[in-house]
């Protein structure tokens, strides 16, 4: 879900581009940068992620351009790293396509703000009425947080492209349902499973990477 054109253009590229660049100030201001700054391991991780979701979204399927729908990715990066540093190194991998010409410059505040910062934001709103409203489990943790969570997020991050894209009169809303909005749903289960299976993986062997998981909570206590 992001615009490999110019398409995005006049008031509505300029709010898109304040409400992105809100975000990214806000994060780069509640990043956890002495820990990672001291901590090599947690460096190597935000790497290694940051490059693995730009190699993810090379990777698309759609009919007009603007309707691109991929996998994102960003619940995996939210709950590992913190909604701060996820939308950081999302950014980050929006450079990385940019610079090789797979993304537009003059829509990448809209792309950040989709494709990073809509989903991440989605993301830790269901990790919040989780941890709010219902006990700390694993499975509730697995299935709520990084399943159900992954999917909201999609659908979060696909309706504000879609919606952009009606308002600014790109397309008509009956070409943006017919091509992009009725696939969300069949988009959202595999990315659901995308980040369960990840995330189980991590859980399991690499609880320690997860910086919203606590074992101590969520598996000593039980």
Same mark, same amino acid.
């Given at each position: 879900m992001s615009l490999t054109q110019g398409l995005i253009s006049g008031g509505w590229l300029w709010v898109a581009s304040l409400a992105a660049v809100v *975000?990214? @100030?806000?994060?780069?201001? =509640? *990043?956890?940068?002495?820990? @990672? %700054?001291?901590e090599r391991r947690?460096?190597? @991780?935000?790497?290694?992620? =940051?490059?693995?979701? +730009? @190699? +993810?979204? =090379?990777?698309? %399927? #759609?009919i007009s351009p603007g309707l691109g729908i991929h996998f994102l990715g960003m619940t995996t990066l939210t709950l590992m790293f913190g909604w701060d540093l996820a939308i950081l190194s999302g950014t980050l991998a929006l450079l990385g396509m940019t610079l090789i010409g797979r993304e537009s410059w003059d829509t990448l505040s809209v792309n950040v703000l989709c494709s990073v910062v809509l989903p991440a934001l989605a993301s830790l709103v269901v990790l919040r009425v989780v941890e709010a409203r219902l006990p700390r489990n694993f499975f509730v943790y697995l299935f709520l947080c990084a399943f159900f969570g992954a999917g909201? *997020?999609? %659908?979060? #991050? #696909? +309706?504000? +492209? *879609?919606?952009?894209?009606? %308002?600014?009169g790109v397309y008509p809303w009956a070409k943006i349902y017919l091509e992009y909005v009725r696939f969300l749903p069949l988009i959202m289960f595999p990315e659901g499973l995308l980040n369960g299976i990840i995330m189980t993986g991590m859980m399991v062997f690499h609880p320690d990477w997860i910086r919203t998981f606590d074992a101590r909570h969520y598996i000593d206590e039980q």
């Open positions: *975000a990214l @100030l806000i994060a780069l201001k =509640t *990043a956890p940068w002495s820990v @990672l %700054a001291s947690l460096q190597h @991780l935000l790497f290694g992620a =940051t490059v693995i979701l +730009m @190699l +993810m979204w =090379t990777m698309r %399927a #759609g909201v *997020a999609t %659908a979060a #991050g #696909g +309706m504000a +492209m *879609a919606l952009l894209l009606w %308002a600014d």
